[in-house]
């Protein structure tokens, strides 16, 4: 049904040409029945040229089982299925070359069954929100809570006792194996070390020196 309004625009038309996100109508069988609104395309793809076509003719057999699969089963339980996926431009035949988001994208798509309408397939509306910008948040996130734990767990390393050469200075580790002091503490923390020489030392070994004092 379309409504028309005071000014002749198609108002539904005018609904769905705003919608940023896609909302794909399918029906049992995998057909793209309709596509509607998915306007920004910093996030989607177009996918009017898919619709009239079916899901394994325009991607590869595995995606279009697991979307048919998902699709069927909201439509048996009856009750709105959420669904987390990958997908890129290249694994849709015919999105290749439009304009969009480049290489991999995340999306959480929510799909609710449609009523049954007597002498129609039944069908879903597969409604895709690119997630990628809060994936890839999450596991940088996850990466630097890592990396901390890592680093929490060397700093109480090194604050544990430590066994000592009281001659070489080296570090036995907890393997049994002796490290040089700058090794050991450079690989618990990242530490890089440059060498010089204490004004005790030139007297012992450099006595000939005349080195100034640093005031």
Avoid at 80 to 101: C, H, M, Q, W
Avoid at 127 to 138: G, K, P, S
Wanted: hydrophobic share 35%; with cysteine; glycine share 6%.
């Amino acid at each position: 049904m379309s409504l028309m309004g005071s000014s002749g625009l198609d108002i539904t038309e005018a609904i769905s040409s705003a919608i940023p996100d896609p909302f794909f109508i399918f029906d049992e069988h995998g057909y793209y029945v309709d596509v509607i609104g998915g306007i920004d395309r910093r996030k989607y793809h177009d996918g009017q040229h898919l619709i009239g076509k079916r899901i394994k003719d325009v991607m590869s057999a595995e995606l279009a089982n697991t979307f048919v699969s998902k699709i069927n089963e909201a439509i048996e339980a009856q009750k709105v299925l959420t669904f987390y996926y990958k997908l890129a431009a290249n694994d849709i035949r015919g999105s290749e070359t439009l304009p969009g988001p480049e290489g991999e994208q995340r999306f959480r798509a929510n799909i609710p069954p449609i009523k049954s309408v007597v002498g129609k397939p039944r069908m879903v509306v597969w409604v895709a929100f690119n997630i990628t910008d809060l994936h890839n948040t999450i596991e940088e996130k996850k990466s630097l809570i890592e990396k901390l734990e890592k680093a929490n767990k060397e700093i109480r390393t090194l604050r544990q006792i430590l066994p000592i050469c009281s001659y070489c200075k080296k570090i036995r580790d907890d393997k049994g194996y002796w490290n040089q002091l700058e090794a050991y503490i450079h690989q618990h923390t990242g530490t890089e070390f440059t060498h010089g020489i204490c004004e005790e030392c030139v007297k012992e070994h450099f006595p000939n020196l005349n080195i100034p004092k640093h005031e």
